[in-house]
């Protein structure tokens, strides 16, 4: 069935790096634009970043732009999120998702994943 | 940059109940919006794309309509499963962004 698995989180000291991977299965993952979408503990959801099918155009939220980048793997249908500088206010459950239909943004998020959890604490 | 208002922030209804949540965006966005509901511990879950049309598998009884700056979700008649937090989300080429979300209580 189509689903998107989420990996990567955990308890990161202040300053410190984490890749975030979001590996997809039962669709054809090379042609669909990806998002990620963070919700911090209690709060509601923040959209990250979008990269294209092919990983020519990748956007970002202005609260993430130079510290996240977003990339992906079409061989290995994986989906990545390289976060630096972790701040405190980075703490939040990570959830990559699907454009419906459209290979570039423009469209609503139709699959998303179960999230990973970022916990950024000394 | 273009921002979403839901309201109310809080609702309350009962079981058979006819709802209605509104969302404003701060400028035109055409029908570039879509509706989504989150249950506690659990990702979003899309009712409603380009402001009115269905995803395959929602029932029936939610709807939505509007354009422009103003929109509404409808849940025609409310059942136990639906209560949970409902968010609006513009979409646009590179931009995205949500509501504040409004949560629907059992009354």
């Known amino acids: 069935q189509v689903q998107l698995v989420e990996s990567g989180g955990g308890v990161v000291q202040p300053g410190r790096s984490l890749r975030l991977s979001c590996a997809a299965s039962?669709?054809?993952?090379?042609?669909?634009?990806m998002h990620w979408v963070r919700q911090a503990p209690g709060k509601g959801l923040e959209w990250v970043a979008l990269i294209w099918y092919d990983g020519s155009n990748k956007y970002y939220a202005d609260s993430v732009k130079g510290r996240f980048t977003i990339s992906r793997d079409n061989s290995k249908n994986t989906l990545y999120l390289q976060i630096n500088s972790l701040r405190a206010e980075d703490t939040a459950v990570y959830y990559c998702?699907?454009?419906?239909?459209?290979?570039?943004?423009?469209?609503?998020?139709?699959?998303w994943g179960q999230g990973t959890m970022v916990t950024v604490s000394s | 940059d273009i921002q979403l208002t839901q309201s109310p922030s809080t609702l309350s209804a009962s079981v058979g109940d006819r709802v209605t949540i509104t969302c404003r965006a701060s400028?035109?966005?055409?029908?570039?919006l879509a509706w989504y509901q989150q249950k506690p511990g659990k990702a979003p879950k899309l009712l409603i794309y380009k402001a009115s049309s269905l995803e395959g598998g929602v029932p029936s009884r939610f709807s939505g309509s509007g354009s422009g700056t103003e929109f509404t979700l409808t849940i025609s008649s409310l059942q136990p499963d639906d209560f949970a937090i409902y968010y609006c989300q513009h979409y646009d080429t590179y931009f995205i962004t949500f509501g504040q979300g409004t949560r629907l209580e059992i009354k």
């Open positions: 039962g669709f054809t993952f090379s042609s669909y634009a």
């Open positions: 400028q035109n966005i055409s029908t570039w």
């Open positions: 998702a699907r454009a419906r239909i459209s290979a570039a943004g423009l469209d609503a998020f139709d699959i």
